[in-house]
DNA sequence: GGCGTGTGATAACACGTGTTAGTAAAACGA
DNA sequence: TCGTTTTACTAACACGTGTTATCACACGCC
């Protein structure tokens, strides 16, 4: 079965000219001067022998391994970060590729662990590395920064001094929420995705002061709960302002899968989503569109998110382009029912 | 910034001895004789210099990569594949890393296209692979299988000649049709997954068909209907089985998405899920339990498929055990409420 | 004829490691 | 004391490529 691998000393002898010749055509080397008819003999060999040069000659060599690393970090909220995954995944190949790099994926469970995965680095396995989900208590990305090694984040992480792509949840909580202040709400609550100390969550909380403050609503500390991650934390929260004296018209839901919870916390009290009360949820997760009602939220543009940081960590790779410190990529409002801004008709199946 | 590497030379000098006894021991070479004197010196050297050895350099001379690649093909039912991925690559990712190596994941939107993923293999950069969503107008499996390179399918693709790892879908939908006749339906209708060409399809019909047959249940042809892995197919393919004469009491959806479409069409004909009609789906997406009412449905192993699939590649490539042919991994049904089973009651949330 | 000058190609080194064959010294047996 | 074996280690080659410095040669010019 496997023969011998073919060379590109195979490929000179066949052409009758040196390796050197071979690896000056099939490289294109820019100063080079090849007579036109001595680059046809070697490109017909090359292909009459399926040559293919070795991956690990070649980057042994040219010290450059044409490989990226993909680190998934295991966070708390594990289970947002799978649903996007594949989007990420594809924007971020979909740039690699074409650029002539391939992708690593490393999920690591436990980033304070020794050899987490700045192994990669060191053995030189990769070229750069794109970090989703960084942590602030990961051990190695000081090591990297200090060796000046490309890292681009995927998510946001203060004084960290790395450059980061993240989503706009400021002004995609604010549109939400702007959205919901154009139906005529002035009671609007909000449940957050996670505790406050994580950023997004900060930021989407921020959003939704602004949205408040440019219609000159007041900010009411009472309308303010934390979700963390789950759908069991949004049905507790829900249940919180379900039971305030005056409790709210509105709900914006910092995520959407807290935001299932609060739309069966609102069924169980036997209210009606939107007629009761209106919801919007924040990502798209994809049963966003499932769910009853059909749940109004700001699409996360994940397949984007991948796009830009592998784009990035390209020029910056390729062309030594400084990275911008950080990049915030634009969300969309995706109007469906539970905000009340459509009226309720039949279902539509997605056909196709 | 980036100073100069660690190599082994360095390591040699520091701890006074030659390159090749640095080897020998990093590598806990079995045949060498090292003094324990000498192999605490050279130990104390790699350390105190953060030594790291050079991947490359490494498998240009042990023609090992230590890396396996993943290609995830364009399959119509991408949705599907999509939503399993984070968990296959999890499993694959937790058997592969223990074992030393890495995973190079390659989307691949047209596998007829030349080169799709075939160069991994070329420029030796892989030394085994895993294909998920296998098609049989793949032009380089044919390839890859005359080279003799370590290929593992997840999926089945009959006649490929390569070991496949699946789950397995008779048994699946054999228990999930047995568990509806158990609550007492004799009139059971089937709305599969995908065309009856994909095998998946067909075993899945296969399994009903068993179920009906062991409790002499006839088989009729009218109850059968194809979905096309879109809920707007399901929702087309219930409207067709409740236009019936005689509609069934309860149907088998071979996978949620379809199932999704199942239930509101049930819904827009002012049915009632389980009253009127008992339904049991396939996948167990992570959106099943979300919908109303909770799906009950059959578990696709997924985290199980990629451990399977990486530990045979594996002892395939480590110890040369020879794949079996094809294995099949067992499912599990998961009892919500939409076949009935459980009584209608208040929504708990899932805590955590 | 000697001398630059450009053309087309190559010899030789470097990259950092695993491994085979071999060696020097020590230990051992008679 | 002299082979013989064992111990502990190393010189040297191989892996397959990119790249620098060099070379042979032809050509035109004074």
Redesign the interface.
């Known amino acids: 079965?496997?023969r011998r691998?073919v060379t590109s000393y195979d490929v000179a002898r066949k052409a009758g000219v040196s390796r050197t010749t071979v690896s000056f055509v099939l490289n294109n080397v820019p100063g080079a001067r090849i007579s036109e008819e001595t680059r046809r003999r070697v490109l017909k060999a090359a292909r009459e022998l399926?040559y293919?040069?070795?991956?690990?000659?070649r980057?042994?060599v040219s010290q450059k391994?044409r490989?990226i690393g993909?680190v998934l970090c295991q966070t708390p909220d594990q289970?947002f970060h799978?649903?996007f995954?594949?989007?990420v995944?594809?924007g971020i190949?979909d740039v690699m590729r074409p650029a002539g790099y391939?992708?690593?994926?490393?999920?690591v469970e436990d980033v304070t662990r020794p050899n987490a995965y700045i192994?990669?680095v060191?053995?030189?396995?990769i070229d750069g590395l794109i970090l989703s989900g960084p942590r602030s208590d990961d051990a190695e990305l000081p090591q990297l920064k200090e060796?000046?090694?490309p890292v681009i984040l995927l998510g946001q992480l203060p004084g960290a001094g790395f450059p980061s792509v993240d989503v706009d949840n400021v002004e995609g909580a604010r549109i939400a929420v702007e959205h919901l202040i154009s139906l005529g709400h002035t009671r609007i609550g909000i449940i957050t995705n996670a505790p406050p100390q994580y950023t997004g969550s900060a930021h989407r909380l921020e959003g939704y002061r602004l949205a408040l403050a440019a219609h000159g609503i007041p900010f009411d500390e009472n309308l303010v709960c934390y979700g963390n991650f789950?759908?069991?934390s949004?049905?507790?929260a829900m249940n919180e302002l379900l039971g305030l004296a005056n409790p709210p018209t509105a709900v914006f839901v910092a995520s959407d899968l807290v935001a299932?919870?609060v739309l069966?916390?609102i069924?169980?009290r036997g209210l009606l989503v939107p007629r009761d009360i209106a919801v919007v949820g924040f990502d798209d997760v994809?049963?966003a569109r499932?769910?009853?009602p059909p749940l109004t939220t700001v699409r996360l543009p994940a397949y984007e998110l991948g796009q830009t940081a592998a784009q990035i960590l390209v020029n910056w790779l390729e062309k030594g382009k400084e990275p911008p410190k950080l990049t915030l990529l634009p969300t969309e409002l995706v109007i469906r029912k539970s905000c009340g801004a459509i009226r309720p008709q039949?279902?539509l199946?997605?056909?196709?």
């Open positions: 079965m496997a691998k399926g293919f040069p070795n991956a690990a000659a980057s042994l391994t490989t993909l289970v799978d649903a995954l594949p989007e995944l594809h190949s391939r992708v690593l994926v490393e999920p192994d990669l060191l053995e030189q396995r060796e000046g090694f789950t759908e069991g949004g049905y507790r299932f919870g069966a916390a069924r169980d994809r049963m499932y769910v009853t039949e279902f199946p997605i056909s196709g």
